[in-house]
């Protein structure tokens, strides 16, 4: 494989940010979080034309009824949710996602099941080159995947992406694991049929059981139908999984299609940007919104019974580095609202776009003007005991400690801004031993303010929207690694209540903490840690 530096350049598709929506979070968490208010799940209109006008030039727009929307609470629901749905899937499967664990023998004897019940079933599954292969030639994802084209080979199709940034020297002499620091296929995207999950975790043991992430389940053939386009499209520029000879002890071979759009990353990581660029670029644009569902739809049928409006919009959201990106122009428009009046931001592994750290402490500090006062935000993210790496043999031990080292850097940002942000850790037990756990949810919750009657009172309104998908929101996201995601805007109470009650039972397992802290003798990032962080940035990777 390969490895190169890529450049965001002048046809870098971010479109430009600003307005409007609602918001604000409640907790009695501790005496440091946002000023109490009153939180009303009214619909208000007028303030949905102003921002919403905003998003429509940046992403497609889907209209849907918020009933649609189904919010999952854990891992263990998670993995029941998908196992459920493909059981009883009728016409196709399609999984994108970074890997699916090489042990994860019950999650495809359900597929297997599931495609010996209908020869009409069609399962595509997306994963990425250099984790699907890490084990190599042990038994890994690729391995295992390759049974289901062996036993179904009309209906199955599975595909691996690899990075146009890891080719030539790099790609040969950087270790495997390591190299994975040079771009991933970070999509997590699993549609059954009509309904889709768009998620931040992937499909391994700890996913089901004992790692935090977010689940939003959307049951729209709408959603479901665009978000396989962005599904097939990346499968169009990925390399082809087939089993391996049976005279030959190797399971499986990657080739590159002569139908695929563009050429290999590894021959031609230019020519593959461009024409890659050139394949997803429309299905980015406003353009691609689908159409309003007709009357004697079943999607319109389903609103007529149920009494549904649509109260609820949809915008999904693509990072392609170098070259597209749709998320953070969205990302710092919900931000920049004259209305917000506080946000709940979370990432296991903070470390933000510089972009997006401007935008936080901006709408959090009085530099956003007299005329709108500073929203309250709160930052989530994995304690050290919480990360994913901690004891991790080998560099990746370091993580843990050079995220906090990251968050250190954060606050004293925060501090200098003179903005109103705290800062929380997850935990729940210590990874590794008996009930431990590891954090690795991500998005943000706004809740936004408007004039109460007669003007005399503020009203807070929220959470009015919230972002789920794949993306950790870091320059690496941004510029190296594929992410797909949603920003979804909704003026319906009961939304705005799943949604609330999402953002407050991953509070429940988190404290603050602060500068002093974090600076201690038992926070403090040692030498190793920095040097690793600067010869990290210092060959192209990104943590």
């Known amino acids: 494989m390969i490895l190169r530096r890529t450049r965001l350049f002048n046809g870098l598709q971010l479109l430009s940010p600003c307005r409007r929506i609602l918001s604000r979070p409640q907790r009695r968490l501790s005496s440091t979080t946002a000023p109490p208010a009153t939180i009303e799940s009214a619909c208000i209109p007028s303030s949905w034309a102003g921002f919403t006008s905003q998003l429509d030039q940046i992403a497609p727009r889907i209209d849907i009824n918020a009933d649609q929307i189904e919010v999952l609470e854990g891992p263990k629901e998670f993995y029941e949710t998908i196992k459920q749905k493909i059981r009883n899937a009728n016409t196709r499967i399609y999984l994108s996602t970074l890997y699916i664990g090489k042990t994860e ?66 790609k040969r002499f950087i270790p495997k694991r390591i190299n994975e620091g040079w771009g991933l296929q970070h999509i997590k995207l699993y549609g059954i049929d009509d309904e889709v999950i768009l998620s931040g975790a992937n499909l391994s043991s700890d996913y089901f059981t004992n790692r935090q992430d977010r689940y939003h389940v959307f049951s729209s053939k709408r959603v479901t139908d665009y978000f396989a386009r962005i599904h097939q499209a990346v499968c169009s520029i990925s390399f082809l999984l087939q089993a391996g000879d049976s005279t030959s002890s190797v399971s499986h071979i990657l080739t590159w299609p002569s139908s695929n759009p563009a050429p290999s990353p590894l021959s031609d990581p230019k020519g593959y940007i461009r024409d890659a660029t050139s394949l997803l670029l429309p299905l980015t644009s406003p353009s691609a919104s689908p159409r309003p569902s007709s009357p004697s739809s079943p999607a319109s049928s389903t609103l007529q019974k149920t009494g549904g409006t649509t109260t609820t919009t949809l915008y999904p959201l693509l990072s392609h580095p170098p070259t597209l990106n749709t998320e953070l122009p969205a990302l710092t428009t919900l931000l ?12 296991g592994y903070f470390n933000p776009h510089p972009l997006i ?24 993210t994995a304690s050290p005991f919480a990360n994913g790496f901690y004891n991790s043999p080998g560099i990746s031990g370091l993580l843990p400690p050079a995220y906090s080292h990251l968050s250190l850097r954060f606050l004293q940002r925060v501090r200098l801004a003179h903005a109103n942000i705290t800062l929380r850790e997850w935990q729940r037990g210590i990874v590794g031993e008996e009930h431990g756990w590891t954090y690795h949810a991500k998005g943000i919750w706004t809740y936004f303010s408007r004039s109460g009657e007669g003007g005399t009172r503020e009203v807070v309104v929220g959470p009015a929207a919230t972002v789920i998908g794949s993306s950790n929101y870091t320059s690496r996201s941004y510029g190296l690694d594929l992410e797909v995601g949603a920003l979804v805007v909704t003026d319906d109470e009961v939304l705005m209540g799943k949604w609330r009650r999402e953002e407050e039972g991953l509070r429940e397992w988190t404290r603050e903490v602060g500068e002093r802290e974090l600076e201690g003798e038992e926070r403090r990032a040692g030498w190793r840690v920095r040097v690793a962080m600067w010869i990290v940035k210092l060959v192209g990777g990104s943590l």
């Open 105 to 170: 023998h019950e999650l495809v004897s359900t597929i297997h099941q599931a495609l010996s019940k209908s020869t009409k079933l069609k399962v595509s599954i997306l994963t990425d080159a250099l984790r699907g292969t890490r084990e190599d030639p042990e038994p890994s994802c690729a391995s295992l995947l390759a049974s289901l084209v062996v036993d179904f080979p009309d209906q199955v199709e599975i595909r691996m992406y690899h990075t146009p940034n890891l080719t030539g020297l790099r």
């Open 336 to 347: 920049s609202s004259p209305s917000l009046h506080s946000y709940t931001f979370t990432a």
């Open 357 to 380: 750290t401007s935008s936080l402490l901006t709408a959090s500090s009085n530099s956003k003007g007299a005329a709108a006062a500073a929203a309250h935000g709160t930052i989530l």
